[in-house]
């Protein structure tokens, strides 16, 4: 069974920087296409990043400069460096894969940037 469990989420000022970790298992971690979603209050949910198997990584455009998406196939983690932080980056951030066209998503965790 696939289980995504995401940390690190928290509360910290405009400007700051938190990294969120994606723990999976029960898939073939170095094989799979990786992402994070994030969802604020009253909106839709939104890519923020990717980050392919062969570490090609897509962004956001309004998290570009701001975020790093990275991986490590060894502990079958994917990170997320959030640097800058603004409010408007305010949500529950999701780890979020897909495998043989079934996607599969983390419980999420909260990410709160104050002004």
């Known amino acids: 069974q696939v289980q995504l469990v995401e940390s690190g989420g928290g509360l910290v000022q405009a400007g700051g920087s938190l990294r969120l970790s994606c723990a999976a298992s029960?898939?073939?971690?170095?094989?799979?296409?990786m992402a994070w979603y994030r969802q604020a209050p009253g909106k839709q949910r939104e890519l923020v990043a990717s980050?392919?198997?062969?570490?090609?990584?897509n962004y956001a455009d309004s998290v570009k400069g701001r975020f790093t998406i990275s991986r490590d196939n060894a502990k079958n983690i994917v990170y997320l460096q959030m640097n800058s932080l603004k409010p408007e980056d305010t949500a529950v951030y999701y780890c979020?894969?897909?495998?043989?066209?079934?996607?599969?998503w983390g419980q999420g965790t909260q990410v709160t940037v104050s002004s």
């Open positions: 979020n894969t897909v495998i043989r066209w079934v996607p599969y």
């Open positions: 029960g898939t073939t971690f170095s094989s799979n296409f």
């Open positions: 980050i392919s198997s062969l570490d090609r990584t």
